[in-house]
């Protein structure tokens, strides 16, 4: 059995907010592989399915970000389960937006949610890192981390979340790079999807025909020399 747990703030106020990308993730990965409705349990919503064969509960802990070991410590203590059956997905301030990385065991990083999960488990259960990177200055972190997404994190916020959702068997099948890669072409294919803008001496260099053109004098030279030459 695998626990999948997804960190963030419970509540409405907290929904959209770049601390809650872990509550996203997993949403994701219950909508898509038809998981049973989410239900209050072990302080969290929790919610029952299988992915590649693997019996998987996906947690929600609903203590608030900084007590989420609470949660996902009672879920492992009740099936008899050890850190490494436990995938955590969380928010990263040191990874710049949209980067992900998958890490086993280690330190908190500054991470109070993966702070009180290492408190209650130990330190050797696997992460998801997603990145949302960190705003420049240490005095805006909080701000930055308890504000919603902007709008143009769309852009590569849908795609990574419908990757994680969509290819989350690989995890419980143990195929993390092969994962990875996944999240990576789909955030890249979604880059190169953008259609790139002109410049605008590009654009008012087509706009310009010859029939506008003029043919001779001052202003055709000068026009030659900025817009260039059709000999």
Not at 16 to 31: C, K, L, P, Q, S
Not at 59 to 70: A, Y
Not at 146 to 171: C, H, R, T, V, Y
Request: hydrophobic letters at 40%; charged letters at 25%.
């Amino acid at each position: 059995m695998l626990i999948i747990a997804g960190l963030g703030n419970p509540g409405s106020k907290f929904a959209n907010n770049r601390h809650n990308i872990g509550f996203m993730a997993v949403d994701e990965i219950a909508h898509r592989h038809s998981f049973s409705p989410w239900k209050n349990k072990f302080r969290s919503m929790a919610a029952e399915g299988k992915l590649a064969d693997e019996k998987v509960l996906l947690l929600k802990p609903q203590t608030m970000m900084n007590l989420s070991g609470d949660a996902v410590g009672e879920a492992m203590r009740f099936y008899k389960l050890s850190a490494s059956d436990i995938l955590v997905l969380y928010d990263e301030l040191d990874l710049a937006a949209a980067k992900v990385r998958f890490k086993t065991g280690g330190g908190a990083g500054g991470h109070n949610g993966i702070k009180s999960i290492i408190a209650h488990c130990g330190e050797g259960f696997h992460r998801l890192r997603l990145g949302i990177g960190h705003p420049g200055n240490k005095a805006r972190v909080t701000n930055h981390v308890l504000g919603d997404f902007a709008k143009s994190d769309q852009d590569w916020l849908e795609p990574l979340l419908q990757a994680i959702g969509e290819n989350a068997p690989m995890l419980a099948d143990n195929q993390n790079s092969s994962f990875m890669n996944k999240l990576t072409l789909a955030v890249q294919g979604n880059e190169e999807e953008k259609p790139k803008k002109k410049s605008h001496i590009h654009q008012a260099r087509t706009n310009l025909t010859k029939d506008k053109l003029p043919k001779s004098g001052p202003m055709a030279d000068m026009l030659k020399k900025l817009f260039g030459s059709d000999k």
